[in-house]
């Protein structure tokens, strides 16, 4: 009894130093980031001149450029992989699925460090050009179990007379 009043004490005054050890450097970040000076311990003013430099900067337009463009295409490739290969998990029956769903959901378990070592020394090995391909390739690997378990688990749910229904149409 006396332990879980101590730990209904203790438990909430844990987790808001947590919160604080966690946030309170971004709050820090974000205020100096409004600073006018260069240096980040004296305060010499209110100013956007940060901002105004950085959305000017030709190298960080560049990288949200490329950052959206991989962002969309491997979008809508996991998608459509994901979608694919989890309808056919859960419409089709064919020797070693579960093989098969245990291979496509294995990059949830490997560190993304693992991942992107591994393809960068493939592609490297086998002479492929890095680039956008190599780029979406690697965010594809990343995020196509995502997407099948996502669909796998709604369609498990699916009345499967819907299939028949949709079929007369």
Same mark, same amino acid.
């Given at each position: 009894?006396?332990?879980?009043?101590?730990?209904?004490? &203790?438990?909430?005054?844990?987790?808001?130093?947590?919160?604080?050890?966690?946030?309170?450097?971004?709050?820090?970040?974000?205020? &100096? *980031?409004?600073?006018?000076?260069? #240096?980040?311990?004296?305060?010499?003013?209110?100013?956007?001149?940060?901002?105004?430099?950085?959305?000017? $900067?030709?190298?960080?337009? !560049?990288?949200?450029?490329?950052?959206?463009?991989?962002? @969309?295409? #491997?979008?809508?490739? #996991?998608? +459509?992989?994901?979608? *694919?290969? +989890?309808?056919?998990?859960?419409? !089709? *029956?064919?020797?070693?699925?579960?093989?098969?769903?245990?291979?496509?959901?294995?990059?949830?378990?490997?560190?993304?460090? %693992?991942?992107?070592?591994?393809?960068?020394?493939?592609? @490297?090995?086998?002479?492929?050009?890095?680039? &956008? %391909?190599?780029?979406?390739?690697?965010?594809?690997?990343? #995020?196509?179990?995502?997407?099948?378990?996502?669909? !796998?688990?709604?369609?498990?749910?699916? $009345?499967?007379?819907? $299939?028949? +229904?949709?079929? $007369?149409?």
């Amino acid at each position: 009894m006396k332990l879980s009043r101590l730990a209904g004490f &203790y438990v909430p005054v844990v987790t808001i130093f947590g919160y604080v050890f966690l946030f309170a450097p971004l709050l820090v970040l974000v205020i &100096y *980031s409004f600073n006018a000076g260069r #240096s980040t311990v004296v305060w010499a003013g209110f100013s956007m001149d940060w901002y105004a430099q950085a959305l000017n $900067d030709r190298g960080l337009q !560049r990288g949200l450029q490329v950052s959206a463009i991989v962002a @969309v295409l #491997s979008a809508v490739i #996991s998608t +459509a992989i994901g979608t *694919s290969a +989890a309808l056919a998990v859960i419409k !089709r *029956s064919f020797p070693a699925k579960n093989l098969f769903s245990t291979i496509l959901i294995a990059p949830l378990v490997l560190p993304e460090i %693992v991942l992107a070592v591994g393809l960068l020394v493939t592609t @490297v090995w086998s002479g492929i050009a890095l680039g &956008y %391909v190599t780029l979406v390739a690697g965010h594809v690997l990343v #995020s196509v179990p995502f997407a099948f378990l996502i669909v !796998r688990a709604a369609a498990a749910g699916l $009345d499967p007379r819907l $299939d028949e +229904a949709a079929a $007369d149409l």
